[in-house]
């Protein structure tokens, strides 16, 4: 089989609307020149369209015509390098994926340790945000809670009742070993983080050992999160107010 019809046919496996890569495709290095020639021919064909340089999709078609990739879909291929997640979206795009607020950012954050990402590829506009700890495909659910924690205070029409409702549940969804790791990883995090995430785990009725949180805490700070009582029972032995 040509490299041509190798590539045509991984291709033709890909949904519409999907974003790709040269390393999603089964080439070896000595092929990216062929590999090139075929990319472009099948950009003229329409069949593919470009990105940006290296990122690639399919077009999608409906009856109302040709549907672009959303926001998610284009900024993937940049998470990744050489195969290995290094970043994730926080920000208000992924408090508006969490439920815990309706609007839309005009600009999407992207958090990661090893690199500084922007995007700026036509209407897709992406600001850099430093990660707390290195981001890995393990970890990145715990880091986007704990970005939710960490800017409870400044998600824009936030219902903090509903909002708790909504962590809890996240919360309970994770096993004792994720768990412990959420906890491990917090210890990274500003202490209103660690304390908000202890009285949260506290009032899930979670069995798990949260030494590590309140050993870690200064039992004189106070921190003031604006969350009462009467929506999370707990915040009084995390000072929180």
């Known amino acids: 089989m040509t490299i041509a019809k190798k590539i045509e046919k991984q291709i033709d496996t890909f949904e519409q609307g999907n974003t790709f890569t040269y390393k999603d495709l089964p080439i070896k290095k000595r092929e990216y020149s062929a590999t090139s020639k075929t990319i472009e021919r099948l950009i003229k064909k329409g069949k593919i369209k470009r990105i940006s340089t290296g990122i690639f999709y399919k077009p999608k078609q409906t009856i109302f015509g040709e549907i672009k990739p959303d926001e998610e ?4 291929p940049y998470l990744f390098k050489n195969g290995k997640r290094i970043a994730y979206i926080t920000g ?7 439920g815990l607020t309706t609007q839309i950012p005009k600009e999407i954050s992207i958090a990661s340790r090893e690199k500084r990402i922007y995007i700026s590829k036509g209407k897709i506009k992406a600001n850099a945000v430093k990660s707390y700890v290195e981001v890995t495909d393990e970890n990145y659910k715990y880091l986007e809670f704990l970005d939710a924690l960490k800017d409870w205070k400044k998600i824009p029409d936030l219902d903090k009742k509903s909002a708790i409702t909504i962590l809890i549940n996240i919360l309970k969804k994770f096993n004792k070993k994720e768990t412990n790791e959420l906890i491990n ?9 660690r304390a908000f995430l202890g009285a949260l785990l506290e009032y899930s009725g979670k069995k798990i050992n949260l030494n590590d949180l309140e050993e870690s805490l200064n039992p004189l700070s106070e921190y003031k999160l604006r969350i009462s009582k009467d929506i ?3 915040i009084e032995k995390w000072n929180i107010k």
Do not use: D, G
């Not at 879909?73 to 993937?76: A, E, G, L, M, Q």
């Not at 990883?185 to 983080?193: F, G, H, K």
């Open 73 to 76: 879909k284009i900024i993937s």
């Open 232 to 234: 999370l029972p707990t």
């Open 185 to 193: 990883i917090a210890l990274s995090y500003p202490p209103r983080v």
């Open 92 to 98: 208000l795009l992924l408090y508006n994926k969490m």
